[in-house]
């Protein structure tokens, strides 16, 4: 669904992060009033003709979807080339690139045949090669090389064949092959060859994306021509969007690096597997009480947060699954109420004020969006005996405090795989597990859920994890962040349906408004 974007410059004046934590009162008409203010629509309609359609490419930059740097040459990426799998909206992997796949569960062996008939814009012909070229590399980078952390190796078996050992078992794995494949050999290019829907080319008048008659998927785009325009960083971009001199933009509007001068136009959000939370300190008091971290989940007004200091983009989760995942399950979610906050509080036994403490939150400082949700929550949970401070800190300051144990509890961040693997966050030796989580229990749930087959199997594994999270809650979900797609009010006349892997994922479905 399309919404109305307002002037980010005003909105972000008005977000001011609350002073301070007063324990007594709520924020009320500070975030009531915020989230009215950016949710209004404006009641004349704008209809923008359009007489080009263009977008942004950061100069000097290579195009290389595996070293590129994140934004704008990501964004061109999705028109340029394509992976094995896609994410639909629903997170789950859709083939291809990849004509079919098998798991062998027993060697941790995801055998991938590549689909015949596949050409780059070059003419030449995909082959497995290709693949296996573009995975090794992906391995080694930094932006794919977390995800593919657990890929052993990849061998070449054929012209249409590969094989990807894993070093442990992982029949979900495909969810994380959403990695741009380019032409083997083309890396060093300043925009290496790909086998999307248009191709970059360049005339007297400048550089562009020109439709691909030889595409494999034949599919009908609705432009012949995509103008480029170069621009020097983010906010170059975002000052070419409110000029017009560029149509479209994709960006998280809540980031740290959010630029202000967008303007108006319309955004359509992209759901994300990037997690918003509370960790906490297991290892010492008070948050050793799992009746204490799982009464506090009771405790917080999620969507007026989101509404309020994330101005709308995200979604509010419970459980550590992105809840347009088909896997979460959203039977097991609690509806916000004070009174089962207090009923919670007292079970635990912090209501009587025998129990009274003091405990800070760490947060990072450069993010102001984060620096509000986490005032916002510390004041929601300090109603009764547990009284919460927040403290920000530069980020280098505040992960050598998260990896010492140096903390009470914390607002986090943190992107997770599509397949949902949780044991960074939950297992013992997990690179995010800052709270020192250890839980044989837990350790069982995690792999029945990692290693479950998809269907019924899988979604009741999720479930019995989701169950037992909400018991001992060693860490507490708060929502999943959402990325904007930005376009001028009326540019597009029907809803688009962007996804995580592709901002263009039915680009042959827009009905653009441009002029005869």
């Known amino acids: 669904m399309k919404k109305r974007l307002l002037s980010l410059l005003l909105a972000a004046a008005c977000l001011m992060p609350l002073s301070g934590c007063n324990w007594g009162e709520e924020p009320e008409e500070t ?125 070449y078996l054929g012209e249409s064949t590969l094989r990807i050992y894993l070093t442990r078992n992982d029949p979900q794995f495909a969810a994380r092959l959403d990695i741009p494949i380019i032409k083997g050999g083309t890396q060093e290019d300043t925009v290496p060859v790909g086998s999307g829907p248009y191709r970059y080319a360049k005339d007297e008048s400048g550089v562009y994306l020109a439709r691909r008659t030889d595409w494999w998927q034949d599919k009908t785009m609705p432009l012949e021509r995509i103008e480029l325009t170069a ?65 506090l989940s009771l405790g917080m007004d999620r969507a007026g947060g989101v509404s309020a200091f994330l101005l709308g983009h995200g979604q509010t989760a419970q459980f550590p699954l992105s809840p347009s995942a088909v896997v979460y399950p959203k ?21 009587s004020g025998e129990k009274s403490v003091s405990v800070t939150m760490l947060v990072n400082e450069e993010n102001s ?62 690179a995010l597990n800052y709270g020192g989580v250890r839980d044989t229990q837990l350790e069982t749930l995690l792999t029945a859920f990692r290693t479950a087959s998809e269907g019924e199997g899988r979604q009741t594994a999720a479930r019995e994890l989701c169950s037992y999270l909400k018991e001992q809650a060693p860490l507490v979900a708060v929502c999943f962040k959402s990325n904007s797609v930005l376009l001028p009010e009326g540019a597009v006349k029907n809803d688009i349906h962007p996804t995580v892997s592709d901002p263009f994922a039915d680009f042959q479905d827009w009905q653009l408004n441009m002029k005869s």
């Open 31 to 155: 975030y009531d009033t915020l989230s009215q203010y950016y949710q209004q629509s404006d009641s004349t309609k704008q209809d923008t003709r359009l007489t080009t359609f263009g977008l942004p490419y950061l100069q000097g930059e290579t195009w290389d979807p595996i070293t590129c740097a994140d934004g704008a040459q990501q964004t061109l990426g999705a028109l340029l080339y394509e992976s094995l799998y896609t994410l639909g909206t629903d997170f789950l992997p859709q083939p291809c690139l990849a004509e079919s796949a098998s798991y062998d569960a027993e060697s941790y062996a995801l055998t991938v045949t590549v689909r015949s008939g596949v050409t780059f814009s070059d003419g030449s012909a995909l082959t497995a090669w290709d693949v296996v070229a573009a995975l090794r590399r992906a391995k080694e980078s930094v932006r794919y090389g977390q995800r593919l952390a657990e890929m052993d190796f990849v061998s």
């Open 369 to 430: 969006f984060k620096v509000s949700m986490a005032r916002k929550l510390a004041s929601d949970l300090s109603q009764y005996d547990v009284k919460i401070d927040v403290k920000t800190l530069p980020y280098e300051d505040y992960l050598a405090a998260l990896k010492a144990g140096d903390f009470d509890l914390y607002y986090g961040e943190c992107k997770l795989t599509a397949d949902w693997d949780l044991s960074p966050l939950l297992s013992p030796g997990g």
């Open 231 to 295: 621009c020097k960083n983010t906010d170059s971009m975002a000052y070419a969007f409110y000029t017009h001199d560029i149509q479209m933009l994709v960006c998280d509007l809540t980031g740290t690096n959010t630029s202000n001068v967008y303007g108006s136009g319309s955004y359509t959000d992209i759901p994300t597997s990037v997690m918003q939370y509370i960790g906490f300190n297991v290892t010492r008091a008070p948050f050793n009480d799992p009746k204490l971290r799982a009464a």
């Open 331 to 351: 039977d097991l979610e609690e509806t916000y109420s004070p009174d089962s906050y207090r009923s919670a509080m007292e079970t635990a036994g912090y209501t």
